[in-house]
């Protein structure tokens, strides 16, 4: 039985440089939020003859059939892979301070106020609904370090509908007294109550799953690593997320305190058994020939955050995205909240394409720039590959979740109008370089409407 039918413009990608427009397109969803059928080229007058030839009784689908007109399109649900879900009330603040001054001066007593459940809830009610209002369907959370507040977002992340990995971030030294793990074994023990607790309101792991999250190797001592690289074999299930290169600040302090691997934070990470497919590593800004070789080796996937890379940090820091996709390696966007100016992976997009720019100069031309295709995969396809969710969502094809967004152009705003003599291909680069959260007029996850 269908929940979904729709008729019109689909837009999807396939890979990096296969951006699909679909014109005149049949897209159906059944009730278990499962796309059934896929089929392009159907004239508006052949649809209720062509669902009929599917089994799709055509009384039931002559008033529930959703024909888009001319500026609506559907497009896959935006995937987040880097987000600070407590970092979403000081979005804005600290702005080019230096990584570590940053943590220390706004991060960590802001993430501290977490311990308050009334506040948690509160802050991230906002969160999840202000994501899921921009288009994420999926976002990969670090939490605080507090596991009740960490299973508050899991709560309302499974509550409002949006997939989501959450993540009790443990981080035991090199942070104030009053916002470190109490001990190694209290972080290890709050984790694995964080997974159970995923586990018992999400058992089939349809939308949620807990996600191992050090900080960062300078936050952890080695033991609170060996204990995560513990749990990540006994569960291989649970995806892994740490930064990875951020800063030349961050990455002089990680050397101090792990001189034994020679500066190499892929050595580090892969002897404590936490760099695998599952790793999902933030940044990437500074890699070296060596650790390119061993994400690609090691099926690691990389989010790309360039707001925050040019905002927060120290510098203006390009991370080699044409590099990443030339080699193969898995990478995605990320907002970062708190780390930039905005929490819109629209905004990611126009900010990677500046990235990319910028990346093709300092290059002498090797790495070019990305398109407005190669955004769009990294938004969705390339987002989902990330997080080891492709077979799920990330693009169309019949058999995945239907995450979707339901795009209109003429929507009131400051959206780029459109003029009738503009292509299907002018209309959605209109909307990725100038349309924001009006022009999302409905979102969708796993079949369900989750915003209108």
């Known amino acids: 039985m269908a929940a979904h039918i729709f008729h019109g413009t689909v837009i999807h990608s396939l890979g990096p440089s296969e951006l699909l427009i679909l014109e005149n397109t049949l897209l159906v969803v059944d009730t278990n939020g499962e796309i059934i059928h896929l089929i392009d080229d159907i004239h508006k007058d052949k649809v209720l003859s062509t669902l009929s030839s599917l089994d799709i009784p055509s ?14 399109f559907l497009i896959p649900g935006f995937v987040d892979t880097h ?17 570590l001054d940053w943590l220390e001066q706004v991060t960590f007593p802001n993430e501290a106020r977490f311990r308050d459940p009334a506040y948690a809830r509160r802050v991230y009610a906002s969160c999840v609904d202000g994501f899921l209002r921009q288009g994420v369907t999926t976002a990969s959370y670090y939490g605080s370090l507090h596991a009740e507040a960490t299973n508050i977002l899991a709560d309302l992340c499974l509550e409002r509908g949006q997939r989501a990995f959450v993540g009790k971030c443990n981080m035991n030294r090199n942070a104030p007294d009053y916002y470190r793990d109490a001990s190694v074994e209290a972080s290890l023990k709050d984790t694995e109550d964080c997974i159970a607790h995923v586990r018992r309101i999400d058992p089939e792991g349809r939308l949620l799953k807990h996600v191992l999250t050090p900080r960062f190797a300078i936050t952890c001592e080695p033991a609170l690593l060996e204990g995560l690289g513990g749990i990540a074999r006994a569960n291989p299930d649970l995806p892994i997320q740490t930064h990875f290169n951020e800063a030349e600040q961050e990455m002089s302090f990680t050397q101090e305190l792990f001189p034994q691997f020679k500066g190499s934070e892929a050595d580090l990470y892969e002897h404590y058994g936490l760099l695998n497919e599952r790793s999902i590593l933030a940044h990437c800004c500074h890699m070296s020939e060596y650790e390119m070789g061993r994400l690609k080796e090691l099926g690691c996937g990389v989010a790309h955050c360039p707001v925050s890379n040019m905002t927060v940090g120290g ?39 500046v990235a990319s720019n910028a990346r093709e100069v300092m290059s002498q031309g090797k790495d070019k720039g990305l398109d407005i295709g190669e955004l769009f995969y990294l938004a969705t396809l390339g987002g989902a590959e990330v997080c080891c969710l492709d077979k799920r969502i990330g693009n169309f094809e019949v058999g995945k979740e239907f995450d979707a967004l339901v795009i209109d152009g003429n929507a009131p705003g400051v959206m780029t109008m459109l003029e009738d003599e503009d292509s299907l291909r002018t209309i959605f680069d209109k909307f990725i370089m100038t349309g ?3 022009n999302i007029k409905e979102v969708y996850v796993r079949g369900r409407l989750v915003k209108s």
């Open 315 to 353: 510098g203006f820091m390009t991370a080699p995205v044409r590099d990443f996709l030339r080699r193969g390696i898995k990478v995605g966007l990320g907002t970062d909240s708190g780390g930039g100016f905005s929490s819109s992976i629209l905004d990611a997009m126009r900010q990677a394409l």
């Open 59 to 72: 009384s039931s689908c002559s008033e529930s059939v959703r024909y888009l007109p001319r500026g609506e």
């Open 436 to 438: 924001d959260d009006r």
């Open 83 to 99: 987000n600070h879900a407590p970092q979403w009330a000081q979005r804005g603040l600290g702005q080019s301070m230096q990584i």
